[in-house]
Protein backbone atom coordinates (compact mmCIF):
# COMPACT_ATOMS: atom_id res chain seq x y z
CA UNK A 1 0.00 0.00 0.00
CA UNK A 2 1.59 3.34 -1.16
CA UNK A 3 1.79 5.69 1.40
CA UNK A 4 4.11 8.07 -0.20
CA UNK A 5 2.44 9.07 -3.63
CA UNK A 6 1.11 12.75 -2.66
CA UNK A 7 1.59 14.63 -5.68
CA UNK A 8 1.23 12.75 -9.06
CA UNK A 9 2.57 14.77 -12.13
CA UNK A 10 -0.53 14.06 -14.61
CA UNK A 11 1.18 14.26 -17.46
CA UNK A 12 4.14 11.44 -16.55
CA UNK A 13 4.22 8.39 -13.96
CA UNK A 14 6.56 10.91 -11.39
CA UNK A 15 4.94 11.99 -8.29
CA UNK A 16 6.78 14.39 -5.38
CA UNK A 17 6.33 14.59 -1.31
CA UNK A 18 5.39 18.42 -2.10
CA UNK A 19 3.22 20.74 -4.14
CA UNK A 20 6.35 22.65 -4.54
CA UNK A 21 8.31 19.76 -6.06
CA UNK A 22 5.62 18.94 -8.49
CA UNK A 23 5.25 22.36 -9.81
CA UNK A 24 8.96 22.55 -9.91
CA UNK A 25 8.77 19.48 -12.12
CA UNK A 26 5.95 20.66 -14.62
CA UNK A 27 7.40 23.78 -14.76
CA UNK A 28 10.90 22.20 -16.54
CA UNK A 29 9.94 19.01 -17.64
CA UNK A 30 6.56 19.86 -18.97
CA UNK A 31 4.49 23.12 -19.44
CA UNK A 32 1.36 24.52 -17.82
CA UNK A 33 -1.40 26.51 -19.27
CA UNK A 34 -2.18 29.83 -18.05
CA UNK A 35 -5.83 29.63 -18.42
CA UNK A 36 -6.86 26.33 -17.88
CA UNK A 37 -4.35 24.65 -15.53
CA UNK A 38 -4.15 22.03 -18.32
CA UNK A 39 -0.61 20.71 -18.27
CA UNK A 40 1.04 20.17 -21.42
CA UNK A 41 3.56 17.29 -22.58
CA UNK A 42 6.51 19.57 -22.92
CA UNK A 43 7.02 24.12 -22.49
CA UNK A 44 6.58 24.23 -26.35
CA UNK A 45 3.29 22.11 -26.21
CA UNK A 46 2.04 25.25 -24.29
CA UNK A 47 2.08 27.99 -27.03
CA UNK A 48 0.25 25.75 -29.42
CA UNK A 49 -2.45 24.79 -26.90
CA UNK A 50 -3.15 28.50 -25.98
CA UNK A 51 -3.42 29.06 -29.69
CA UNK A 52 -5.77 26.15 -30.64
CA UNK A 53 -7.64 25.89 -27.54
CA UNK A 54 -8.51 29.09 -26.24
ZN1 LIG B 1 5.76 14.86 -15.26
ZN1 LIG C 1 -5.52 25.86 -21.64
New binding site residues.
Partial sequence: MPTTRHFA?K??D?DFDTPAGLGQ??AI??GECAVCGEILEDPESVDDHTQQVH
Fill in positions: CSCLHVTH
